[in-house]
């Protein structure tokens, strides 16, 4: 029983390093096949940063994005 509250003491704990971790997994997961359709046609390290700048552009004009 110890062990059992440990170990949810712990993930509780970790909690503010997983979400973040877990949002950017889930946005470049998303992001790579525009990446990968961008790098086919220009050049690749303007691929990675266009994905990148839009989606600053997008939070940016969104007011519920803080």
Known sequence: MAVTAGVVELLLAAGSVILPIGVAFFIAVGVEPVTAWLA????????AASPVRADGLVCRA???VT
């Open 40 to 47: 086919r046609r220009i050049p690749r390290p303007l691929a």
């Open 62 to 64: 969104n007011p519920w």
